[in-house]
């Protein structure tokens, strides 16, 4: 079964990191994705831009509006995900734990609707 | 959860019977069958059809049959095996029927059919007992909402209906069905498995499991509103899960639970008169059950044998200090003070600290608690707390600070919520005047 765990962390911690900070982190990053692609979990994934730099689009009466920003001022933001494939919702409970940013953050893990 | 059906080798004591059972008494053995092995079987059926709602099915369907055969061909040797086959059966049978409308549930009643085809009489009784585990932890998965892991425990392990898990909680039995919908919803959608966690997770899998028995114990123990102080049959649920517990998974924490749930419970007699709130001190200890008080104390010796020893056998442990004493003078004082320090060391909160400084009024006189108390309500802490309010103001009575104690039993007043407890700090308050009497005021359940 497919889940997503999208990650949830604040901006500005990882902003205020000094660069062998940052680049620690990042080598955790790269760390985890290698150990889940060996142990065939990883699907995909991504980092995302900051929220500044996202765009809500919303079609209401068929008319497009679009707007700055994501919908609700929030704590953390949405940083990046990863979709994997997993056994069941503790295995994937398991690679959600690993995900550096579960240490800070938040990780939010939804399995996947599967239309067949 | 009893031993004697637990024992046997794969014949139940019950097949021995069958062969000279009259109709009547074959009615009586199917409803003896139903409230020993019910949720067991459902246990094992949720396994073999990997779906609540259609074991439940299967389940009622399979006591159907029993009620029509057992009476014609007799009881069979081992009832539980009969029903988890004939569950089972009906359950792939009922999806052949139904795969005529919908072509997808032919695959999954092939796929339930080749599953498992040994006989169900070799399943061992191991298995079946694995089953009743692996139904706990799934009812009290972390991934589920606290309310609905309550919900879903008291209604698949222990068999209550939405409608006495309802009456229990004062919810509406629409709110409690909705919960366990959903929690059953989210376990198959969100695909949480049917398992027993692995070594490396029990701990803080069986601590969920352990929180969701000692809120239901304490739900009945000391009911959170209302007009009784009790709620026997929910006390009583919550120690049968947790000699369940302790029978398939014998960890130190789960003994140190239901010790702990004994020795409050052998106190139930004596915690109340005529519906009034009777404190530890005051209790009439001749109405003690001293045979759970017994089994409490035996259960406290094992579940400390573990470094350090974990929350719940700390306060087995204290609540047993309580039990050794014959009068409340003789409380041994000194030890409950070090068990609390032991437990603020190593699950320390607000509360306990609380619970500590009233255990250091005793030892060392009022002032010295009520300068703990005072300094626990100076950073903010319980500052809503009722027993916080209530615990200042016993130790402000004993020091002949009646304006204060005044005070603070009123602050307690206006927090209190149960009844009981109501007309108990308005007595304090009347009492007040006089300044006669002498007691300690409960602060949470060990103390009452």
């Known amino acids: ?116 | 959860m009893n031993s004697d059906t637990r024992s046997h080798d794969g014949r139940s004591p019950l097949g021995s019977q069958a062969a000279n059972t009259s109709g009547a008494d074959v009615g009586a053995v199917i409803d003896d069958v139903y409230r020993t092995e019910s949720r067991r079987v459902l246990a094992t059926l949720i396994r073999l059809l990997g779906d609540f709602d259609r074991a439940e099915e299967a389940l009622h369907d399979a006591f159907s049959a029993a009620v029509e055969q057992w009476p014609r061909d007799g009881v069979p040797a081992s009832p539980r095996a009969w029903l988890v086959s004939a569950g089972r059966f009906r359950a792939i049978d009922a999806l052949r029927r139904r795969a005529r409308f919908d072509a997808s549930l032919a695959a999954l009643a092939t796929q339930l059919e080749g599953q498992s085809a040994a006989p169900v009489e070799w399943i061992g009784e191991e298995t079946l007992e694995d089953d009743r585990l692996r139904l706990v932890f799934t009812c009290c998965h972390p991934a589920l909402q606290p309310d609905a892991q309550v919900a879903l425990t008291l209604r698949e392990v222990c068999g209550l209906t939405t409608e006495e898990i309802a009456h229990a909680f004062l919810t509406a039995p629409r709110t409690v069905a909705q919960r366990i919908v959903r929690a059953k919803a989210k376990i198959r959608d969100a695909r949480i498995p049917y398992q027993v966690p692995d070594r490396h997770e029990l701990p803080d899998r069986l601590d969920a499991v352990l929180r969701v028995v000692y809120l239901v114990f304490n739900e009945g123990y000391s009911a959170s509103s209302g007009a009784t102080l009790t709620r026997h049959d929910l006390s009583g649920e919550a120690i049968r899960l947790g000699r369940l517990l302790v029978d398939l998974l014998p960890e130190p924490e789960a003994t140190g639970l239901l010790a702990l749930m004994l020795l409050q419970e052998s106190r139930r007699a004596a915690r109340s008169l005529n519906g009034d709130v009777v404190l530890l001190d005051a209790q009439d200890r001749t109405l003690w059950d001293r045979a759970l008080i017994a089994e409490g104390v035996r259960l406290v010796e094992r579940a400390l044998g573990t470094r350090p020893p974990g929350p719940y056998a700390v306060q087995a442990a204290i609540a047993a200090v309580h039990a050794d004493a014959p009068a409340a003078e003789h409380t041994d004082w000194a030890q409950i003070v070090g068990l609390y320090d032991v437990l603020l060391r190593t699950d320390g909160s607000p509360v306990v600290e609380l619970n500590r400084a009233a255990a250091v009024a005793m030892l060392e006189g009022p002032a010295a608690g009520l300068a703990l108390i005072d300094a626990i309500l100076a950073r903010g802490d319980l500052q809503e707390y009722q027993f916080a309010h209530s615990a200042r103001a016993d130790c402000c009575r004993r020091l002949g600070r009646v304006e204060e104690a005044r005070t603070a039993y009123t602050r307690a007043l206006e927090l209190a919520r149960q009844e009981p407890e109501r007309r108990f700090l308005q007595r304090r308050l009347q009492d007040l005047a006089s300044l006669v009497g002498f007691g300690l005021w409960a602060l949470g359940s060990s103390w009452l």
């Open chain 1, 1 to 116: 079964m497919r889940y997503l765990c999208l990650i949830y962390d604040e901006e500005k911690k990882f902003a205020a990191m000094s660069k062998g900070e940052s680049d620690a982190f990042m080598g955790e990053y790269f760390g985890f994705t290698e150990d889940i692609k060996k142990s065939g979990h990883y699907v995909g994934g991504n980092a995302l831009q900051p929220v500044h730099t996202a765009t809500s689009v919303r079609v209401r009466s068929g008319k497009m509006s679009t707007t700055d920003g994501p919908f609700a001022e929030t704590k953390e933001q949405l940083g990046g995900y990863y979709l994997i494939e997993a056994k069941d919702l503790n295995d994937a409970l398991q690679i959600a734990a690993k995900i550096p940013s579960a240490k800070t953050g938040t990780v939010e893990v939804r399995p996947i609707q599967e239309y067949n």
